[in-house]
């Protein structure tokens, strides 16, 4: 685990709801290095669930049909040039009920990715995000999973066995296994709202010289990760 961390600070400003306020501290140079406000979409965000690639931290939207919003998308936000980008979500990923979700996740820790659960399909799919150069990203089909109905919960987690889909019907937990193609329950007894948080190298101490943001008045998102 390196020294040196950022810490992303977004907060929702009263006058204008369709943009958030950011700060981002950074450990090395021992300062906010950023304070303004960036365009993350009108859709709510899963902030509980982000992934960092480089530079660049990815959140998914909620999948709720409101009439005047865009569809899904993925919102990437540069901490080098404090740009952010809309990505929508693949043509393919056929989103047809409020209680579909997306979340993104690391494929093998160095590709971005994003999984769709489809409600009414009962079924996992698994988009890689690919550059070309400079140009636009684009979504490629990865994975296609058979599932449970009724998944409120899930994450991408990667151990010594390869990748897995960590998920939950709300009273047990399962994971299936990309190397073997096989599910198995791993836990049960759980609440039905309990959800699957993500927080391997987000948890830092903060030593005696750190910076301080005062606390704003209403705070979405607070998320530390290190270089």
């Known amino acids: 685990m390196t020294e040196d961390y950022k810490l992303i600070c977004l907060t929702e400003p009263t006058d204008c709801p369709l943009f958030q306020h950011c700060g981002v501290y950074d450990s090395a140079a ?16 899963e902030y509980d ?94 994975h296609e999973i058979s599932s449970i109905p009724s998944v409120p919960s899930f994450v991408l987690s990667h151990d010594s066995t390869g990748m897995l889909l960590v998920y939950s019907d709300g009273y047990n937990a399962y994971s299936y296994s990309f190397k073997d193609g096989e599910s198995q329950q791993i836990g049960s007894g759980f609440r039905y709202y309990r959800k699957f948080i993500p927080y391997t190298n987000t948890l830092r101490p903060c030593g005696k010289q750190e910076v301080f943001l005062s606390s704003p008045e209403k705070t979405s998102s607070l998320l530390a990760w290190g270089f």
């Open 49 to 142: 669930h982000p992934v960092v690639s480089g530079e660049t931290v990815y959140w998914a939207s909620d999948c709720v049909g409101y009439l005047a919003f865009p569809d899904p998308y993925v919102v990437a936000f540069d901490t080098t040039t404090k740009r952010t980008e809309i990505i929508p979500v693949p043509e393919g990923a056929v989103i047809d009920s409020d209680d579909d979700t997306i979340e993104v996740g690391m494929w093998n820790e160095r590709l971005p990715c994003l999984i769709h659960y489809n409600e009414n399909a009962a079924t996992f799919t698994l988009w890689m995000l690919r550059r070309k150069s400079e140009g636009s990203p684009q979504w490629v089909k990865s």
């Open 30 to 45: 021992n300062a906010w290095t950023t304070d303004e406000e960036i365009d993350l979409g009108p859709r709510e965000l």
